[in-house]
C-alpha cells in the first residue's frame, strides 16, 4: 500500500507553546485531543494528527502536507509558523514517489530537498547534520536516486538529537477536528503513524 504522511520536528519549542493551537494554525482548523498519552496506536490516522513530545522536540505527524494542495503554500505557511523557532518537515508520499524534507531556523529557510517521479525538483541550502555526504545532492543518477529511501529522510532528522527507536517509545497523543465523530479514519487506510514498514 505504502507510505503517504507528512512529519514535523519542532525543535526547542516556545516555552508555553499550545499544541492544538499550533495544529489549528498549521491545518486551518481547531482540534480536539482524541485520544491521550498512548503507546503505539496501530490505528490509521486519517483527518487525525498523531503527537508526541520527547527530550527538546515535538513530533507531529498526519495526512500529506498536513491536507494542504500545493506545495508552495504549505512550505511559505511552515516558514511563518517556524518564526519562534526551529522546525524541520518531512514528506513522504509513494504513489508520485515523493520524499522531501526541509528545515527552517526561526522563519528562515536553511535546508530544502524534493524529488518526485524520479527527479529531484528543488535542493537549496547547506547540507544538514544528519544528512549522509552527497545523498541529498542537487544532482543524482537515477540509479543513486532511486536508492534515496523513506530511512534516509529520517536519519536526516535524527540529526537534531533524537533516535527513532526512541521517539516511537515515548506516549503521544492523537488530535482529531473539533467535531469529528471518529477519531481515526476507515480501517486500514493508511499504516499507523509510527510505523514505515
Known sequence: MGAHYSALLLINPPPGMEIA???DDLVGRKHEVAVGERQHPGLPLGDCIG???????TF??????????????FLRHLQRLSAEGNLFH??????????????????NPRRSWWSCDGSISSSKGTPLAGEAPGKFAERLSAEELS???????????????FSWDELVETP?????????????GP??????????W
Not at 503527537?51 to 522536540?57: A, D, F, M, P, Q
Not at 507531529?60 to 503554500?73: A, P, R, W, Y
Not at 529511501?149 to 538529537?161: I, L, M, T
Not at 480501517?187 to 514505515?196: D, E, L, N, V
Open 90 to 107: 518531512w514528506t513522504v508520499e509513494d504513489t508520485s514517489g515523493t520524499l522531501a524534507f526541509d528545515y527552517f531556523e526561526r522563519g
Open 21 to 23: 493551537d499550533f495544529l
Open 187 to 196: 480501517s486500514g487506510s493508511q499504516k499507523p503513524w509510527w510505523r514505515f
Open 60 to 73: 507531529i505527524q498526519g495526512k500529506v502536507l498536513f491536507g494542504m494542495k500545493d506545495e508552495s503554500t
Open 51 to 57: 503527537v508526541c513530545k520527547h527530550k527538546n522536540i
Open 172 to 184: 503521544f497523543s492523537v488530535y482529531r477536528p473539533t467535531g469529528s465523530e471518529k477519531p481515526y
Open 147 to 161: 536508492g534515496i529511501e523513506e530511512w534516509d529522510v529520517v536519519a536526516v532528522a535524527e540529526g537534531f538529537g
